[in-house]
């Protein structure tokens, strides 16, 4: 079993840069590729970023491609998501993902979640 708990999120105008954070516990999730999705109100969890165990290989939505940067610190047991350029729609809780097997947009393929952070970017 492993817990994630994200952090960072808060309110920020548009244009402006928040880094979130995903710290894991209970196992270590150096060997699980990762994923960041995000929910708005009324709206379908969506994918934003995933990244490989490793860390060589990341992906990105259309919507954040370079915007987002999804990295990891294994050792840390940790994942981020820096977030530039950020604009209104960007606006939703973000969540962090344990892969069940490699990378995928489909929040289906995820075993373990967190708890979610509030993003809210004003115009």
């Known amino acids: 079993q492993v817990q994630l708990v994200e952090s960072g999120g808060r309110l920020v105008q548009a244009g402006g840069s928040l880094r979130l954070s995903c710290a894991a516990s209970?196992?270590?999730?150096?060997?699980?590729?990762m994923g960041w999705f995000r929910q708005a109100p009324g709206k379908e969890r969506e994918y934003v970023a995933a990244?490989?165990?490793?860390?060589?290989?990341?992906y990105y939505a259309n919507s954040v491609k370079g915007r987002f940067t999804i990295s990891r610190d294994n050792a840390e047991n940790t994942v981020y998501l820096q977030m530039n350029s950020l604009k209104p729609e960007d606006t939703a809780v973000y969540y962090c993902a344990v892969a069940r097997r490699g990378v995928s947009t489909w929040h289906g393929d995820y075993d373990y979640w967190g708890q979610g952070t509030q993003v809210t970017v004003s115009s």
């Open positions: 209970g196992r270590t999730i150096g060997s699980a590729a």
């Open positions: 990244i490989t165990w490793s860390g060589a290989m990341t």
